[in-house]
């Protein structure tokens, strides 16, 4: 079932319904994002809402995770597919009797987030059971570079759609994705999970929670050093990623849904080209050197602040100048993020036993994300009230990332809790 070779036929299948889902799941958050803008105009409602949508991942991504461990994960994948094409059938049959309200549009996003909670850890928990411990970083750079694709085709498709169709042409271009996801996933071939469940099931889940919080502490603390590092990006970086990127150029830079898009797709571009360079650049800069990605990103968040100066788009029209320099920006900033998440992927997936990666991999995206919806209903509330003075939000945030590179670059060199497989691993990448 673990193959030397990494485009083996089930690695395929896999990559393939992810490329499908993604697309459909690309076209439909970005939309809806251009949706709730329109229709709001305010960054505090857009916060808020993206905020609450990211809750059911917090809260139940450590229970898909042992659902993935489990049960067999190849029809967790086909029935979640299913379950989300159903989920979108039916807002799409409630939307053409009345037009979406803003908590219906909460309703839908919060169900799908929930599914995905259980999804996405289904997903990374496979790919160590179908390529080999050597092969995982280049595993996990194509699932990237995937991701990275869609987040590329996706906001530009959707900006072209949504401006010409409207956002019903999305639902159903998604509900497609994920129907034809479900047709390819029936074709993997997966171990079943090993446990099963006690007699209570929701014990079983919690003990299950336990353990994996427990493993990251006494065993590989510094995983849990490398999530509580992450819990505090996460409050302070990515707000100016999901709140951000989206308000300064709807809002303050005023540009189309078509420019938008293309933006957004230049950033999906920037995590192709990080993914494609991962393999060279962690030959130079591996995990003892991963403070320099972060000095990287210090950097870059002072040019996005620097666009936002006044002088530059105080001029009545459309400040193309400003948009050009931040798209650019956006676009070295996701290459950057996408060669740091690779590198943590893959000696989280080296250092977690197998029979609890999918718990393992899903209480680490949860506690990471657990001060993302604060952060994010901050921000929003600093761009709104710090509209034309934007770039102190981005002073500040790149001194608080500075002093945390700091940290970063002490945890990782201090060689407490890194093992020499790891080490190895992370230093060569073969």
Same mark, same amino acid.
């Given at each position: 079932?673990?193959?030397?070779?990494?485009?083996?036929?089930?690695?395929?299948?896999?990559?393939?319904?992810?490329?499908?889902?993604?697309?459909?799941?690309?076209?439909?958050?970005?939309?809806?994002?251009?949706?709730?803008?329109?229709?709001?105009?305010?960054?505090?409602?857009? $916060?808020?809402?993206?905020?609450?949508?990211?809750?059911?991942?917090?809260?139940?991504?450590?229970?898909?995770?042992?659902?993935?461990?489990?049960?067999?994960?190849?029809?967790?994948?086909?029935?979640?597919?299913?379950?989300?094409?159903?989920?979108?059938?039916?807002?799409?049959?409630?939307?053409?009797?009345?037009?979406?309200?803003?908590?219906?549009?909460?309703?839908?996003?919060?169900?799908?987030?929930?599914?995905?909670?259980?999804?996405?850890?289904?997903?990374?928990?496979?790919?160590?059971?179908?390529?080999?411990?050597?092969?995982?970083?280049?595993?996990?750079?194509?699932?990237?570079?995937?991701?990275?694709?869609?987040?590329?085709?996706?906001?530009?498709?959707?900006?072209?759609?949504?401006?010409?169709?409207?956002?019903?042409?999305?639902?159903?271009?998604?509900?497609?994705?994920?129907?034809?996801?479900?047709?390819?996933?029936?074709?993997?071939?997966?171990?079943?999970?090993?446990?099963?469940?006690?007699?209570?099931?929701?014990?079983?889940?919690?003990?299950?929670?336990?353990?994996?919080?427990?493993?990251?502490?006494?065993?590989?603390?510094?995983?849990?050093?490398?999530?509580?590092?992450?819990?505090?990006?996460?409050?302070?970086?990515?707000?100016?990623?999901?709140?951000?990127?989206?308000?300064?150029?709807?809002?303050?830079?005023?540009?189309?849904?078509?420019?938008?898009?293309?933006?957004?797709?230049?950033?999906?571009?920037?995590?192709?080209?990080?993914?494609?360079?991962?393999?060279?650049?962690?030959?130079?800069?591996?995990?003892?050197?991963?403070?320099?990605?972060?000095?990287?990103?210090?950097?870059?968040?002072?040019?996005?602040?620097?666009?936002?100066?006044?002088?530059?788009?105080?001029?009545?029209?459309?400040?193309?100048?400003?948009?050009?320099?931040?798209?650019?920006?956006?676009?070295?900033?996701?290459?950057?993020?996408?060669?740091?998440?690779?590198?943590?992927?893959?000696?989280?997936?080296?250092?977690?036993?197998?029979?609890?990666?999918?718990?393992?991999?899903?209480?680490?995206?949860?506690?990471?994300?657990?001060?993302?919806?604060?952060?994010?209903?901050?921000?929003?509330?600093?761009?709104?009230?710090? $509209?034309?003075?934007?770039?102190?939000?981005?002073?500040?945030?790149?001194?608080? $990332?500075?002093?945390?590179?700091?940290?970063?670059?002490?945890?990782?060199?201090?060689?407490?809790?890194?093992?020499?497989?790891?080490?190895?691993?992370? $230093?060569?990448?073969?």
């Amino acid at each position: 079932m673990n193959s030397t070779k990494i485009f083996h036929k089930n690695f395929l299948i896999l990559i393939a319904g992810q490329i499908i889902s993604l697309l459909g799941n690309s076209l439909q958050r970005f939309a809806l994002s251009l949706y709730i803008l329109d229709i709001t105009g305010s960054a505090a409602i857009f $916060s808020i809402i993206l905020s609450i949508c990211i809750l059911p991942q917090i809260i139940l991504a450590p229970f898909g995770g042992a659902i993935a461990d489990r049960f067999n994960k190849k029809k967790i994948l086909i029935i979640l597919d299913l379950a989300s094409a159903l989920v979108l059938i039916l807002f799409l049959l409630i939307s053409n009797y009345k037009s979406p309200m803003l908590i219906l549009i909460g309703i839908l996003m919060c169900l799908l987030a929930t599914i995905q909670s259980i999804y996405e850890p289904s997903v990374r928990a496979c790919i160590p059971a179908i390529v080999s411990t050597s092969n995982l970083t280049a595993a996990n750079s194509v699932v990237s570079e995937i991701s990275a694709i869609t987040t590329l085709l996706g906001p530009i498709a959707a900006g072209f759609l949504y401006g010409s169709f409207g956002i019903d042409i999305i639902f159903i271009l998604n509900i497609i994705s994920f129907l034809c996801s479900a047709g390819i996933e029936c074709f993997l071939i997966l171990p079943n999970g090993t446990k099963g469940l006690e007699n209570n099931a929701f014990l079983t889940f919690v003990n299950d929670i336990k353990e994996s919080m427990s493993y990251m502490i006494h065993k590989q603390r510094l995983i849990f050093y490398m999530v509580l590092l992450s819990s505090a990006f996460n409050l302070f970086l990515t707000p100016i990623y999901t709140v951000g990127i989206p308000y300064i150029e709807k809002i303050l830079f005023g540009v189309s849904d078509e420019l938008y898009g293309i933006s957004e797709g230049c950033i999906g571009l920037g995590m192709i080209t990080g993914a494609l360079l991962v393999n060279i650049l962690a030959k130079k800069f591996p995990l003892s050197k991963i403070h320099y990605y972060f000095v990287v990103l210090v950097l870059l968040i002072v040019g996005m602040g620097f666009t936002t100066l006044p002088f530059l788009h105080h001029t009545g029209s459309v400040p193309y100048m400003a948009y050009i320099i931040f798209t650019m920006i956006s676009f070295l900033f996701a290459a950057c993020l996408a060669n740091i998440n690779i590198i943590f992927m893959t000696f989280l997936q080296v250092e977690t036993p197998p029979s609890m990666m999918g718990k393992i991999m899903a209480l680490v995206a949860s506690l990471a994300t657990a001060f993302m919806p604060i952060g994010q209903i901050i921000f929003g509330a600093l761009y709104e009230y710090l $509209s034309a003075n934007a770039y102190i939000i981005y002073v500040i945030v790149a001194i608080i $990332s500075l002093a945390a590179t700091y940290f970063i670059h002490h945890l990782v060199n201090s060689n407490l809790f890194i093992s020499s497989k790891t080490k190895e691993l992370l $230093s060569t990448n073969n």
